[in-house]
């Protein structure tokens, strides 16, 4: 689960839906699992497979068209349940990346927290993308971290995208939270102490 | 210095400030359920630590559990496990634990308030969005990932953005046969989903202060449905009668000194808050929602938006949201058959949500072709039905009461409706499948549940009150 993070060039799966729930990232009845492992299968497994588990060719995860480790998507991205399900079910299917022009706060954090990185676009730069991939399925986009830049490389646009630098720090040097936390824990007593 | 509500308790929960902004932030509480904690159990195992704090934590499964026969053993092979898993970290952690038919046993949103174990002042965290719901007590509480789950076990720490404040204000009187549930969709509806996303918000305002405290639990469960990180109310009177002499509340001259302490919870009159809202009671009427998110609501005498009234880049949404329900744009939901009626979760599972179902109920009779569920918040609000006699007039109206849990709120128990049906719920989302696959949720206050319930329609309420 803890990758590096650096830089990223991938050709992207376009998802132009809006306000896409956690229970679409992966429905409730797969969350009874005791490990982190094989989310990535019942990824939006109801809009992915019918009732009698075939794949519906119509979702664009079932499309060969589209591939790569970018998943770009309408905005509101990841509202509902914390279910951090969701984000090891991105994470396992292969996507490193996810691009929308808003996320819900605590999805958000639990992308970061696997090392998945969100990446907050304005509505041009989104709306434009999903046009060059649609124009173009090849269309590479590169995601930079260290830079803080992500480029269309159809278009050639790039922006600069908002991440804070504890986060950045994180991804980048393969650390989580934990590994901070439990450095810092004399302060902790220290707090509990002055209380 | 002036502080909002949340500043009061944020600022004093802060262990650290990393140079950028980043927060230590200092947990109080951490309820865990059995769905969001075995991945950070084992985490903790896999790093050879213990929990930092376990008198904090307290532990009770309630998503997959059951509500018949909690006597037998759980027919689901995986959900027994994931139960099972619980009680065995519960056990080899040494935490507190209330497993199935334990008299605390209930969804962890209603046990955490009507325990004590919830109090003004705190931060709580818990690894599921509505934990919100504990800020009606006047406490930071919000929903945690599973990554999160293990830190504060790990640290009784999180690191965490400070988020903005707002300020949603409800001034006036409301309507009568509206209730907690109606406000609380009505604000969803005009902030849309996302519309609070970035901010903790505090609600205030004539109509707030007039809530019950079990209202006020109601309105801050729904407050991540509009994006919100947590909701909160200031605690006053209402909130200490409420919390006194329950289980785990301090005592004595402890709870004076608390009580006192409690008392400087507030906002200040001059403090600033990032954004400002306010809406007027008088404007608020019986809600449903007619699509696929909690944002899609609206009175239940007005028509389904029209699709010209959806902003061009949502519309695509908006027509496999309709789709999906059945619906149609402009159209009416009045006199809409209805095939489920869902009372319960920790939106709308507690004793005055019993009692606002049965008074609509009672000497009515239950329609023929509706199945409907009723499902006690915990065994507390379920020993409550009994001694107030509720059970016996849901009976005499052709009602039966189920063993409480989460239940079909997300169906991951065998409480599921089936595909194409639609269900009146009181819980808190009607995303596409959330309550078993294909099923079509319309998400309803008690009273128009109830409603419901006795004419398998949609139906308005205050009709059936009249008479």
Redesign the interface.
């Known amino acids: 689960m803890k990758t590096k993070f650096n830089i990223i060039t991938s050709t992207c799966v376009p998802l132009?839906?809006?306000?896409v729930?956690t229970?679409?990232i992966i429905?409730?009845?797969f969350?009874?699992?005791?490990?982190?492992e094989g989310f990535g299968e019942n990824l939006f497994r109801?809009w992915r497979y019918d009732?009698e588990g075939n794949k519906i060719e119509s979702f664009v995860l079932n499309d060969p068209t589209y591939g790569g480790k970018i998943l770009v998507a309408?905005?509101?991205f990841g509202?509902?349940?914390?279910?951090?399900?969701a984000?090891w079910a991105i994470a396992d299917y292969g996507f490193r990346v996810v691009v929308s022009s808003?996320?819900?706060?605590?999805h958000k954090?639990?992308e970061l927290?696997?090392f998945v990185l969100p990446v907050v676009v304005t509505?041009e730069f989104l709306?434009e993308l999903f046009d060059s991939i649609y124009k173009d399925p090849k269309t590479e986009v590169e995601v930079n971290l260290p830079e803080q830049t992500i480029t269309n490389k159809a278009t050639g646009k790039s922006e600069h995208f908002e991440i804070?630098?504890?986060?950045k720090d994180c991804l980048i040097n393969g650390l989580?939270?934990?590994d901070?936390?439990?450095a810092?824990?004399s302060?902790?007593e220290a707090?509990?102490a002055a209380r | 210095m002036s502080k909002t509500l949340f500043e009061k308790i944020w600022d004093k929960h802060v262990?650290?400030t990393?140079?950028?902004?980043?927060i230590?932030l200092?947990i109080d509480r951490l309820y865990c359920h059995e769905?969001?904690s075995?991945?950070a159990f084992?985490?903790l195992r896999a790093?050879g630590?213990k929990p930092?704090r376990p008198e904090q934590i307290t532990c009770m499964p309630d998503?997959?559990i059951p509500t018949l026969n909690q006597d037998k053993p759980i027919k689901?092979p995986?959900?027994k496990?994931?139960v099972d898993?619980l009680e065995e970290n519960a056990r080899y952690f040494g935490l507190t634990y209330y497993g199935l038919q334990h008299p605390k046993n209930g969804i962890i949103h209603v046990v955490g308030p009507e325990t004590g174990l919830t109090q003004p002042g705190m931060t709580i965290v818990c690894?599921?969005?509505h934990?919100s719901t504990h800020g009606a007590m006047g406490a930071i509480a919000f929903?945690?990932?599973?990554?999160?789950v293990?830190?504060t076990l790990?640290?009784?720490?999180?690191?965490q953005?400070r988020?903005k404040t707002m300020r949603i204000t409800i001034d006036g009187v409301r309507k009568p046969g509206v209730t907690a549930k109606d406000f609380a969709l009505y604000i969803i509806s005009k902030m849309s989903?996302?519309g609070a996303?970035?901010y903790f918000v505090e609600y205030a305002g004539e109509a707030i202060r007039n809530t019950t405290m079990e209202e006020r639990l109601t309105i801050c469960n729904l407050s991540?449905?509009m994006?919100a990180?947590g909701g909160m109310i200031a605690p006053d009177d209402v909130t200490f009668d409420y919390l006194k002499d329950r289980e785990f509340a301090p005592r004595g001259e402890e709870w004076e000194r608390k009580v006192n302490e409690w008392r400087q919870l507030y906002s200040d009159p001059d403090a600033k808050f990032d954004k400002e809202i306010v809406f007027h009671a008088e404007d608020i009427d019986p809600m449903v929602t007619y699509g696929t998110?909690p944002?899609m609501g609206m009175g239940i005498r007005e028509n389904i938006p029209s699709m010209e009234s959806v902003d061009e880049?949502?519309r695509?949404?908006y027509k496999?949201s309709l789709d999906y329900m059945g619906f149609k744009a402009g159209e009416s939901m009045l006199g809409k058959k209805v095939d489920y009626v869902f009372l319960g979760s920790c939106t709308n599972g507690r004793i005055e949500d019993f009692r606002a179902f049965a008074s609509l109920v009672k000497g009515k009779k239950k329609a023929d072709d509706v199945t409907v569920w009723l499902v006690p918040g915990s065994w507390q609000v379920e020993r409550q039905i009994r001694a107030e006699g509720i059970d016996k007039v849901l009976a005499e109206a052709g009602f039966a009461l189920r063993q409480p849990g989460c239940s079909a709120c997300?169906?991951?128990n065998e409480d599921k409706v089936p595909?194409g049906k639609y269900a009146v719920s009181t819980s808190n989302?009607n995303?596409?499948?959330?309550q078993g696959?294909?099923a079509r949720t319309i998400l309803a206050g008690p009273l128009v549940a109830a409603a419901a319930a006795v004419t398998g329609k949609i139906t308005d309420p205050r009709e059936l009150i009249k008479d």
Not at chain 2, 431 to 434: K, L, V
């Open positions: 132009p839906l809006e306000n729930d229970d679409q429905p409730a009845r969350l009874k699992a005791t490990t982190k109801d009732k309408g905005k509101n509202s509902g349940s914390s279910r951090e399900h984000a808003f996320f819900a706060d605590i954090n639990n927290n696997n509505e709306a804070n630098a504890y986060k989580d939270d934990i901070y936390l439990l810092n824990k302060k902790i707090f509990e | 262990v650290d990393l140079p950028d902004g980043t230590q200092y769905v969001t075995p991945q084992a985490g790093r630590l930092f998503h997959n689901d995986v959900s496990n994931q898993t690894g599921d969005s934990t929903g945690i990932g599973t990554s999160e293990e830190m790990a640290t009784q720490c999180i690191m953005r988020p989903t996302s996303t970035g991540i449905e994006g990180r998110n944002g880049a949502g695509i949404s496999k997300l169906a991951m595909a989302r995303f596409e499948g959330r696959p294909g």
